[in-house]
């Protein structure tokens, strides 16, 4: 089990510190979500009056099929 750990050790040291790559990632992924859920989100009060529905209302659907 020393061995195992004494590998992990010299391999972390080798290793590049990069402390801030996870968000090369991240800000990506998170763009992409957030458009992909802009575009579901009920907002066009024209749409509402043409189901027939108030705006409140329509908002309301809007955040509960979000969740």
């Known amino acids: 089990m020393v061995n195992v750990t004494d590998f992990i050790d010299r391999t972390t040291r080798v290793l590049p510190q990069t402390?801030?790559?996870d968000w090369l990632l991240r800000i990506p992924l998170?763009?992409?979500l957030f458009q992909y859920g802009f575009?579901?989100?009920p907002s066009s009060a024209e749409v509402a009056a043409?189901?027939?529905l108030p705006l409140f209302l329509w908002a309301l659907a809007g955040v509960a099929r979000s969740r």
């Open 39 to 41: 575009d579901k989100f």
């Open 30 to 32: 998170a763009l992409v």
């Open 50 to 52: 043409g189901w027939g």
């Open 19 to 21: 402390h801030h790559a």
